[in-house]
């Protein structure tokens, strides 16, 4: 059974840092089949950051391209993402996702989330 479990959410000021990370069990992934999604109060969820097929970090707004960063862990089916520079309107349950298929834009695995607040 595969699962996803998130940590280092939590309150911050904005500004602040934090740095989250998700460890998958149950099966082997790659970094790069590994990626964070965000819920925001009130709107659909969305995607936050994860690599392309060939590896490369993508970002779903230029605006989080210099906040946000997405790496491996030094163990394998771990993924952690480092926030910098947060702001009031990141607040949200940010949740890491897997996929079978790197290739793929879908994700298969999902974590239960952890609570990201920002306040300003």
């Known amino acids: 059974q595969v699962q996803l479990v998130e940590s280092g959410g939590g309150l911050v000021q904005a500004g602040g840092s934090l740095r989250l990370s998700c460890v998958a069990s149950g099966r082997f992934f790659s970094k790069d089949a590994m990626g964070w999604f965000r819920q925001a109060p009130g709107k659909d969820r969305e995607f936050v950051t994860g690599?392309?097929?060939?590896?490369?970090?993508?970002y779903s707004a230029d605006s989080l391209k210099g906040r946000f960063t997405i790496s491996g862990g030094n163990a394998n089916n771990t993924v952690h993402l480092q926030m910098n520079s947060l702001k009031p309107e990141d607040t949200a349950i940010y949740y890491c996702?897997?996929?079978?298929?790197?290739?793929?834009?879908?994700?298969?695995?999902w974590g239960q989330g952890t609570q990201v607040t920002v306040s300003s």
């Open positions: 996702a897997a996929r079978l298929i790197t290739q793929s834009p879908n994700y298969d695995y």
């Open positions: 690599f392309s097929a060939s590896g490369l970090r993508t």
